[in-house]
Structures are given as C-alpha cells and as structure tokens.
C-alpha cells in the first residue's frame, strides 16, 4: 500500500448505529487531519492531530470521535448521527516540523450516507 | 481573517484549449499556497505548490501556477487541456501554523470534446 488508505470507501448507517472509518498512512509523517466534504460548501477541518495528540477541534459534534494510536493510524468514531452527516469524509497527512512545507496528502474519502 | 476565495464556481473550455483558474486569498503575509485537483468520487491531488523564490511554479500534469503579490493571486494555468483534466480543482493556504490550510469554493473544470 502507498500514500493515505481509507476504509470503507463507502458507507450506508443508520441514525442508532455506531460505526468507525479508518485512515492508514505509508508516508511516514507526522501529522493527520479528518476533514468533511459536503455538497456546495468548503472543504471543512475537523481534526488535527500532531505526534497523535490532538491539537485542533473546529467545534465538531461529540457524536463524532476521534482516535489516533499512532501517527500512521487515524480513526473516526460514529455514534447517533444525523441526515446532515452524510459526506465525504477525507483523510489526510502530512509531514509537520521547522521549514516544513505543510503540503496534506490525501486519501480517497469515505462516502457516508446516514439513513 | 484567512481566506482563500475562487471566484469561477464551473468552467467550460473545449478540449486544446487553454485554461486559467482563479484564486485569490487573504493572509497576514504570504502563505503557502497549493492548488489541488480531485475527480469524481476520489481524493484530493496535489497539483503544484508555492512556498517562496520563483513565482511561476510547474507542476504534474502540465499544469504551472504564478504568484502575484501584489494582487494577492495565485492563478493556476495550462496551454491546452485534455478531456481528462475535467475534474473538480481546489486552491488552499496556509500559514506556518501546522494543519491550517484554509481551502477554496472549488472550481468544477468542464471540457468538452
């Protein structure tokens, strides 16, 4: 495997369920970031993490959980979504540190569909 | 507050012809800028990335981009396009603060045959 891998890539929950999306990365960096993609709005951050401690939350729902054991493993946890959860939801990372470029690479997205 | 604005939401161009997309942003001094591009249903790529020296930047995919100070752009260009190129592109920036890029609208990229 290379670059950032993302599982599943698609997803169908419903609104009681409890489900994780799963981020990989092979690049050896040092940071990860979940982000949502919704129709017609911005790329949204959702969570950094950098050395697995989280240093960034943009004011996420609790229902959304996150969870990194180490700097190549990133998770997200679902709990009692809602219809409005339903995105793309991108991983990234990137490689953090003095003159460090700050470029994310991407994974291909989990399709979540919240019924 | 940090920003990064394109202003064309969708593009139309025929195929060999050339293309520029827009951005434009809002920083307390000069980001880092990138631009990316993501087809239907995939991640986002890394086309090109600026972070100082040379203003006009090459990148993969034939795709280059320059930076203007003084209007606060970072246009990315290609002489001629190909049918593949049609995709959704994404102009993003960000500090020396990790983990903050602020991203654009997006631009939906059109190609007709």
């Known amino acids: 495997e290379t670059g950032v891998t993302q599982t599943p890539r698609h997803l169908v929950m419903g609104m009681t369920n409890k489900k994780s999306l799963k981020c990989e990365q092979h690049?050896?960096?040092?940071?990860m970031y979940w982000y949502k993609q919704s129709a017609k709005k911005p790329l949204e951050l959702m969570f950094v993490y950098n050395f697995k401690e989280q240093t960034e939350n943009n004011s996420v729902p609790s229902r959304f959980s996150p969870e990194c054991p180490n700097s190549s493993h990133l998770f997200l946890h679902l709990h009692t979504l809602q219809p409005e959860d339903s995105a793309l939801y991108l991983c990234?990372?990137?490689?953090?540190?003095?003159?460090?470029?700050?470029?994310?690479?991407f994974g291909p997205g989990t399709r979540l569909t919240v019924t | 507050a940090q920003s990064v604005t394109q202003p064309d939401i969708h593009i139309t161009v025929s195929e060999g012809a050339s293309l520029e997309l827009r951005c434009n942003y809002s920083y307390g001094a000069t980001p880092y800028l990138f631009w990316y591009v993501q087809s239907p249903g995939q991640g986002l790529q890394l086309l090109l990335k600026?972070?100082?020296?040379?203003?006009l930047v090459q990148g993969i995919k034939g795709f280059e981009a320059e930076f203007k100070r003084s209007q606060s752009s970072f246009n990315l260009r290609k002489p001629s396009v190909h049918w593949s190129d049609a995709a959704e592109y994404f102009c993003?920036?960000?500090?020396?603060?990790?983990?903050?890029?602020?991203f654009g609208q997006g631009t939906i990229l059109t190609v007709h045959p």
């Open positions: 690049l050896g960096h040092n940071a």
């Open positions: 993003s920036a960000g500090g020396t603060s990790y983990g903050k890029l602020t």
């Open positions: 990234a990372s990137s490689q953090e540190g003095s003159g460090s470029p700050h470029e994310q690479y």
């Open positions: 600026y972070f100082s020296g040379d203003t």
